[in-house]
Nanobody, 120 residues
């Protein structure tokens, strides 16, 4: 079994920054794609950033040029650097990962979420 644990959320003022982390642990051979989603009350969960095992990234238009996704494969961790935060960024943030476990079993996992609140 694999667990994904997010951290780094909190309360910040508009224009501030936060860095989210998501660490995967358990039976891990390797991790393919990783990403971040967010969900605000009354809204659907949306993908905001993804990163492949090779480091290729994609961003939602709403966060492009403000957020940066990165990963540390040695630590099985994905990060989301969030700059120039806006009140509309307020949401629960969830990481996801496609994990290959021994001997060669592929499965998608989700973290429990971390809350980001941006005050105006």
């Amino acid at each position: 079994q694999v667990q994904l644990v997010e951290s780094g959320g909190g309360l910040v003022q508009a224009g501030g920054s936060l860095r989210l982390s998501c660490a995967a642990s358990g039976s891990i051979l390797s991790i393919a794609n990783m990403g971040w989603y967010r969900q605000a009350p009354g809204k659907q969960r949306e993908s905001i950033a993804t990163i492949t095992s090779g480091g290729s990234t994609n961003y939602a238009d709403s966060v492009k040029a403000r957020f940066t996704i990165s990963r540390d494969n040695a630590k099985n961790t994905v990060y989301l650097q969030m700059n120039s935060l806006k009140p509309e960024d307020t949401a629960g943030y969830y990481c996801t990962a496609t994990v290959i476990s021994p001997p060669w079993l592929t499965k998608n996992y989700w973290g429990q979420g971390t809350q980001v609140t941006v005050s105006s």
